[in-house]
């Protein structure tokens, strides 16, 4: 028996519909090669699958992990390989992408002690902490202020 929707067929219009995208990201996705190039009717018009509406919801699942649309596309591209050069494949992009996480995670931990030290100079300026500087002056623009480079 005939699976018939895998046979089902779309025009852009109805898979912008069914996935929550514009045309225009379609045809951008299209371009990039995250999607395949869609089959055209003799009237020009793009004609898209049920592969098509799957391989929209993986980048939409992989957006929202965070990745890239480059790391995206060389996900999507892995899958011409097979077995163990596409699992090493993966792996290999995602310890790049965990070293560049731990970079930016250190990166915030610097930012949040700073902006700590930040408010807890305005709130000794302000005497919420029961003190009060003599100085009427944020100290947080005058440091940014002072700073060089």
């Known amino acids: 028996m005939r699976n018939l929707a895998s046979d089902a067929t779309f025009q852009i219009g109805e ?88 970079v930016r995670i250190a990166d915030l931990q610097a930012f949040h002690v700073t902006l700590s030290r930040y408010l807890e100079d305005c709130e000794r300026t302000l005497g919420v902490d029961g003190s009060r500087r003599s100085d009427p002056n944020c100290p947080v623009i005058e440091t940014l202020s002072t700073k060089k480079g």
């Open 15 to 102: 898979v912008s519909a069914r996935s929550g995208m514009t045309p225009d990201t379609l045809r951008y996705y299209e371009r990039l090669g995250l999607l395949p190039r869609a089959h055209r009717t003799s009237g020009g018009f793009r004609v898209y699958t049920d592969q098509t509406l799957d391989r929209l919801r993986f980048i939409k699942q992989a957006q929202t992990l965070g990745l890239t649309l480059q790391e995206i596309r060389d996900l999507v591209s892995y899958q011409t390989s097979g077995g163990l050069t596409r699992c090493r494949d993966v792996r290999d992009m995602l310890r790049s992408k965990m070293a560049d996480l731990e």
